[in-house]
């Protein structure tokens, strides 16, 4: 079945710096790609999601970008504040006979240090 | 806005013991989901529901019953509950079947097996 892989499980920037967590994904027919935020003793709540049909898109600090050709995507927080420490999720989803659900990856732990 | 309902918080068990975790959203969404949340593991989907009295399973759904009362709630009970098992349940919901919108999460059931 589909997986979904974030590479870096921890990442460290300085801040005003930019952090990049990468993902991957195995399923050529994965079309819609979200990711959420988790933090600390609170739940997962979304950020931003890319569909297939574009190749970037930017919310304020926050820009994702699909290669699909690698099966590739990444989130990007520029200008990083303390704020931004959290674990990311991202995601994939596939559809299968009309239903679909989303496959997450195992999350990479932010850390904006001051 | 809408809230999602998780109970109990907290929830501490015996071994071979059933255990239900119940939850209700007010978003009159028609999709909720069941996540384990393990450390390290990401988020895995036990059940999923499209609508009243709909149940899928995901690809954890061995050892977890799913019951979707109503449009409003969604229960998962834990059949035999795993000596010193320990993970975060997390229930969601969104308005399509995840290639549509994002999910909205609760903030989670902590389970304990003694």
């Known amino acids: 079945g589909e997986k979904v892989e974030q590479h870096e499980s921890t990442l460290s920037v300085r801040e005003g710096d930019s952090a990049v967590i990468n993902c991957t994904y195995t399923d050529t027919a994965s079309s819609y790609f979200p990711w959420y935020k988790q933090e600390a003793g609170k739940s997962l709540h979304f950020v931003i999601d890319i569909r297939s049909n574009v190749d970037r898109k930017q919310s304020q600090r926050l820009i994702v970008l699909l290669d699909k050709k690698a099966k590739r995507f990444s989130l990007h927080i520029t200008a990083t504040q303390p704020e931004d420490s959290a674990i990311y999720f991202c995601?994939?989803?596939?559809?299968?006979?009309?239903?679909?659900?989303?496959?997450f990856g195992e999350g990479t732990k932010l850390t904006v240090s001051s | 806005g809408g809230i999602i309902t998780q109970t109990p918080k907290f929830l501490i068990g015996q071994e071979g013991q059933k255990l239900t975790l119940k939850c209700q959203q007010n978003?009159?969404?028609?999709?909720m989901y069941w996540y384990r949340q393990d450390s390290g593991k990401g988020l895995r989907l036990i059940y999923y529901s499209i609508t009243e009295n709909d149940l899928q399973k995901g690809d954890l759904s061995e050892g977890y019953d799913a019951s979707r009362e109503k449009k409003s709630s969604f229960s998962l009970t834990v059949t035999s509950a795993q000596k010193n098992e320990m993970a975060v349940f997390l229930c969601a919901s969104s308005i399509g079947t995840g290639n549509t919108g994002q999910l909205y999460f609760g903030e989670g059931s902590k389970l304990t097996v003694l």
């Open positions: 978003f009159n969404h028609d999709t």
């Open positions: 995601a994939a989803s596939m559809s299968q006979g009309g239903s679909a659900k989303l496959i």
